[in-house]
């Protein structure tokens, strides 16, 4: 994640801003083994972080958090939901693929730090 507008402070405001769309998942003795950030501006929903510890990959947790966040997103009512991959990401690349995520050759992505 970037520093930019990763930081500590800026997750603690989307996580404020988005509490009902994102999501962890925690093993038996109640540690951390994934997470994910989703969030909507009531138009529009992106998935921006997703994250399974190392150790626990291959247990199908990731799918899971991805389910429950197009679950509540639906449930709100929105039609999709878009995510971002970075393009030397092959394994995130298809785990989207798995999830049912298709490839837009339409846009290009652009930024603008402020």
Not at 4 to 32: M, P, Q, S
């Amino acid at each position: 994640m970037r520093d930019i507008d990763d930081c500590k402070d800026a997750i603690k405001t989307f996580l404020k801003r988005n509490r009902d769309t994102c999501f962890v998942a925690e093993d038996d003795d109640g540690r951390i083994i994934g997470a994910i950030l989703a969030g909507n501006d009531g138009r529009r929903s992106r998935i921006y972080h997703t994250a399974v510890d190392p150790d626990a990959r291959g247990r199908g947790i990731g799918s899971i958090l991805v389910g429950r966040v197009v679950e509540t997103l639906r449930a709100i009512g929105l039609p999709k939901v878009a995510v971002g991959v970075p393009a030397d990401n092959d394994a995130g690349d298809d785990f989207w693929e798995r999830q049912g995520f298709a490839v837009r050759d339409d846009l290009v992505y652009r930024e603008l730090p402020l």
